[in-house]
């Protein structure tokens, strides 16, 4: 049985990553790509979404989203993804054009339109999403989950409280986890501990084409060190495929959405302030050896 699914992203070194993954895997069907600003500008995620789709000469749409979060200034991420946001590979110059409607009015049309329930995985803020709920929330009911980047119970990657997704925009973040959809929680929590290793690019970067695209552009990522990468947004679609890897807990997060907290995911971990209820699965743990060999796995079996 395969997963369809929804992609709304950044790329974004890992978010190309991913992308590319997911575009691949027999077992996902991902049918619509959307973007948001985020690593850089929305102009320049939606043209390296288009890449990534033109490098495996694919037809799956792409629909550019918002320009900046719900409220708070954007703040890119291009000292860690580059001024490109994707550099280090010569991708093909002649990419197909983006759809001619926005990213919320393709994910309500992709959504509606669906005789199946959709999984969305955002892998970026949230701003899309929450503005698709706020506009049109009768498309919750055919969404079957949200498995997302971003947050952290633990130490941030922002500031000591915030992971960069959230922070982007913690107000979006804050509606999408009182959307009353079952989420996901991938933070930072397991990505951080998922490091893809020197080993493993060396690896990859023998095997094909694809494995020298993710190798060049990931030993560009600003945080690739001696210890390896994490490539967090890849994790989503690692646990699609392999929740027996990834440990999760339910709980309750909330989101802090101003302050010197901003961007915070704050975990009910013990049920103390929500008296039990639930509105996330977070990831807590995961076989970061597994995640290596199955990434190693997945470029062996690329088309080209
Ligand atoms: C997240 O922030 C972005 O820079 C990455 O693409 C990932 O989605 C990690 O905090
Ligand atoms: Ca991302």
Redesign the pocket.
């Known amino acids: 049985m395969t997963i369809r699914v929804i992609m709304d992203t950044?790329p974004?070194?890992?978010?190309a990553a991913a992308l590319t993954m997911a575009i691949n895997d027999p077992q996902i069907n991902l049918e619509l790509i959307t973007t948001v600003a985020?690593?850089v500008t929305v102009d320049k995620t939606t043209k390296n979404a288009l890449k990534i789709v033109r490098f495996f000469d694919q037809e799956i749409p792409v629909a550019m989203g918002a320009k900046k979060p719900l409220i708070k200034e954007f703040e890119d991420?291009a000292r860690?993804?580059g001024e490109s946001g994707m550099p280090g590979y010569d991708f093909p110059a002649d990419l197909p054009a983006p759809m001619e409607i926005s990213a919320v009015e393709a994910l309500r049309d992709f959504i509606l339109d669906s005789d199946e329930k959709i999984t969305l995985v955002p892998?970026?803020s949230y701003t899309n999403i929450a503005l698709l709920f706020s506009e049109y929330p009768e498309v919750k009911d055919n969404i079957e989950r949200i498995v997302a980047?971003?947050g952290a119970l633990g130490k941030g990657?922002?500031t000591s409280a915030a992971?960069?997704?959230v922070f982007t925009d913690p107000d979006a973040a804050k509606i999408v986890y009182n959307s009353g959809i079952p989420i996901v929680m991938i933070g930072?929590d397991i990505?951080m501990k998922a490091l893809i290793t020197p080993e493993t690019l060396t690896t990859i970067e023998k095997m094909n084409e694809t494995g020298k695209m993710l190798h060049d552009i990931i030993i560009n990522d600003g945080d690739n060190n001696s210890n390896g990468i994490?490539m967090?947004?890849v994790n989503t679609i690692f646990y699609l495929l392999h929740p027996e890897a990834i440990q999760t807990e339910k709980m309750w997060i909330d989101i802090v959405t101003d302050g010197p907290a901003i961007g915070e995911t704050v975990g009910d971990i013990r049920g103390a302030y929500h008296n039990g209820k639930v509105n996330a699965n977070v990831a807590v743990d995961i076989d970061a050896a597994a995640f290596n060999k199955w990434f190693i796995d997945e470029v062996s079996k690329m088309p080209k």
């Open positions: 950044d974004g070194i890992d978010d985020g690593n991420a860690i993804h892998t970026g980047m971003g990657n922002m992971e960069f997704n930072l990505t994490a967090h947004d």
